[in-house]
Nanobody, 126 residues
C-alpha cells in the first residue's frame, strides 16, 4: 500500500508557473502509475495528467496540453506536474493519485485509481 502526499500549491498571477510534487511512501512507487486530478467547489473532479510506471506514457487533458508537463525520474518518487502559463480557470484543488498497473499504462479515469492524496490548493489570480 502507498501513501500519497501533494505539495507545491499556492497563489500566483495569471501567466506564472508552479510545480506540484507528489511524494509516495509505504511502497515502491515505481510499481505505481500516477495521475493528477483537480476539483473546484460544486464541480466534479476532473482529469489533468497521468504518467505510467515507466514514465514512457503520458496523457493530458485537452485544457492543459502544451502548458502542463507530468514527469518522474525513472519511475521513482516524486512525480511532478509542471504548470506553465497558468490561467484563472486552472484554479482548483489538485489531487495526486496512484495505482498499480502494467508498466506502460497511464490511467485517465478517476475510478482506476485506488490511492489518493488530500490535495493542494492552486489559485491563479487574473
Amino acid at each position: 500500500q502507498v501513501q500519497v502526499l501533494e505539495s507545491g500549491g499556492g497563489l500566483v498571477q495569471a501567466g506564472a508557473s508552479l510545480r506540484l510534487s507528489c511524494a509516495a511512501s509505504g511502497s515502491d512507487f515505481n510499481e505505481y502509475a500516477a495521475g493528477w486530478f483537480r476539483q473546484v467547489p460544486g464541480k466534479e473532479r476532473e482529469f489533468v495528467a497521468s504518467i505510467s510506471r515507466s514514465g514512457s506514457t503520458t496523457n493530458y487533458a485537452d485544457s492543459v496540453k502544451g502548458r502542463f508537463t507530468i514527469s518522474r525520474n525513472n519511475g521513482r518518487s516524486p512525480v511532478f506536474l509542471q504548470m506553465n502559463n497558468l490561467r484563472s480557470e486552472d484554479t482548483a484543488v489538485y489531487y495526486c493519485a496512484a495505482e498499480q498497473t502494467s508498466p506502460w499504462h497511464a490511467p485517465t479515469a478517476e475510478s482506476e485509481y485506488e490511492y489518493w492524496g488530500r490535495g493542494t490548493q492552486v489559485t491563479v489570480s487574473s
